[in-house]
């Protein structure tokens, strides 16, 4: 069962769609109970890093911790991403998963607007099983202001006035800062490879 975590940020309904397009069956949950029964989870993601302050609120935040444990694949998609990060300059005051190491800032460019809104290229590294059969330079659709710095686990490198992490990956711990849901092909191959994922 694929679950979408619903912590009142996302952009829930293109996501179900696209996930309902691949052939998946998902449900929405917020409730850590609905997430513990997760065979995968998916966080979605628009807005402030505040809102992610509802996951602990909630207790969210440790039923991801514990089926992230147990080898539940997991996906972060754009603030999604960045929670899996220690935190964000953005709400300072409010914690990051900590999977990867790092804050998220604001893109530091005077010469480019702020936030980055529309179509850029992925420079794409080998071996990524969520983008897997996504080509090289594919361009897929953003929207965000604060951005996660390129780490050993980043997969994929977007350019805006700085680089930055696009994609990240880790065994089964997974986040793209771009919309896969608006991303056309790609962010549908995106989306159909995580679907497939063994569990």
């Not at 006035?161 to 986040?175: H, L, W």
Request: net charge neutral; hydrophobic share 45%; glycine share 10%.
């Amino acid at each position: 069962m694929i679950t979408v975590v619903d912590y009142k940020a996302g952009n829930l309904t293109s996501v179900m769609k696209i996930l309902r397009a691949v052939g998946a069956e998902p449900v929405l949950a917020d409730e850590p109970e609905a997430v513990a029964k997760a065979s995968k989870v998916i966080l979605p993601g628009v807005g402030h890093f505040a809102a992610t302050k509802f996951l602990r609120d909630r207790g969210l935040d440790q039923a991801i911790r514990e089926r992230v444990a147990a080898g539940v694949p997991f996906l972060g998609i754009c603030v999604g991403l960045q929670w899996l990060f220690d935190g964000s300059t953005e709400a300072p005051q409010v914690q990051g998963l900590g999977a990867f190491e790092g804050m998220c800032e604001r893109f530091r460019t005077t010469e480019l607007k702020v936030p980055h809104v529309g179509w850029n290229s992925l420079a794409i590294r080998e071996g990524s099983r969520l983008l897997a059969g996504v080509s090289q330079e594919a361009f897929v659709y953003f929207t965000h202001s604060y951005c996660a710095p390129v780490v050993k686990s980043t997969v994929a490198i977007t350019e805006y006035g700085q680089p930055f992490t696009a994609a990240v990956e880790r065994d089964n711990i997974m986040g793209v800062q771009f919309h896969p849901e608006k991303s056309a092909a790609a962010g549908r191959q995106v989306i159909q490879n995580f679907v497939r994922l063994a569990c």
